[in-house]
């Protein structure tokens, strides 16, 4: 009997030192498992000569991208996609891409503004490559509009403006606020996840 007794005792104690264990990692693994993503969009209309001559309104993005997993708390390596494209009349098209150029990101909180400063190489459609650059901040207009996409899930946005400058070869693309007419506002976002 002492030794059933003994011996529950120690599977008792086993149970409870296991348990212990498993609610430690469970609550560490909840600490490091946020995903952040922050990412600021504008689009600029920038006029493209075509081989016939006639010009065409070509479209100019810079989006920028900040992501961590915690228990990071800071992007070691953000980026800025930078593209271009213009359709001629003749159907032909122009279009380059700089799809994860080096950058200098800094944000405030409540997605009330975004920089993103950098420079990299864009590959174009027709086999050549490009020095790009770009200098553009985000300031945040409209309200903060939250949405729960699950649990653990959210995304916040707000409204923005944006003014900037891009160089293409060395020769400034756009010096001025976000102005492409039919493409979607400038915008301030970030998507976490648990």
Aim: glycine share 8%; with cysteine.
């Amino acid at each position: 009997m002492l030794t059933t007794t003994s011996a529950g005792r120690r599977r008792v104690v086993a149970l409870a030192a296991l348990t212990g264990v498993l609610a430690f990692s469970t609550s560490a693994s909840a600490e490091k498992s946020l995903f952040f993503e922050e990412t600021a969009s504008a689009f600029w209309a920038v006029p493209h000569e075509c081989a016939d001559g006639s010009t065409v309104q070509g479209t100019l993005l810079v989006l920028s991208t900040r992501d961590f997993e915690s228990p990071e708390t800071d992007d070691a390596d953000p980026t800025a996609r930078v593209q271009f494209q213009a359709v001629c009349p003749d159907g032909t098209s122009f279009s380059w891409a700089a799809p994860t150029a080096p950058a200098t990101i800094t944000s405030t909180e409540n997605l009330k503004s975004v920089t993103a400063a950098g420079a990299g190489i864009a590959r174009d459609n027709l086999g050549g490559t490009h020095q790009v650059s770009f200098d553009v901040a985000w300031t945040g207009v409209g309200p903060l509009e939250t949405t729960v996409n699950g649990p653990g899930s959210k995304r916040q946005q707000r409204e923005a403006t944006a003014t900037g400058q891009v160089t293409f070869d060395g020769e400034i693309l756009v010096d001025g606020a976000a102005d492409h007419p039919t493409r979607p506002a400038p915008f301030i976002r970030v998507d976490t996840e648990k």
